[in-house]
């Protein structure tokens, strides 16, 4: 977004939230991942995926 920074779940046409700035729509992003225990998505200005983060429904046997 030109104006500011959009927190919006996959699939959705509209963004849940909208940010001035990125480190503030982060912090919301992932307060609401933690809650829905779902993936997190951390977009660039360029709409390339920066960094994932998992906030639930992980294995726990997985190695790495």
Same mark, same amino acid.
């Given at each position: 977004? +030109?104006?500011g920074w959009a927190n919006?779940?996959?699939g959705a046409? *509209?963004?849940s939230s909208l940010h001035s700035t990125?480190?503030?729509a982060e912090k919301a992003a992932r307060i609401? +991942?933690?809650k829905e225990g779902s993936?997190?998505?951390i977009h660039? *200005?360029?709409g390339k995926i920066q960094r994932k983060d998992s906030?639930?429904?992980d294995p726990s046997d997985v190695k790495g």
């Open positions: 977004r +030109s104006d919006k779940k996959g046409d *509209k963004a990125k480190k503030e609401q +991942s933690k993936e997190l998505d660039g *200005k360029d906030h639930g429904h």
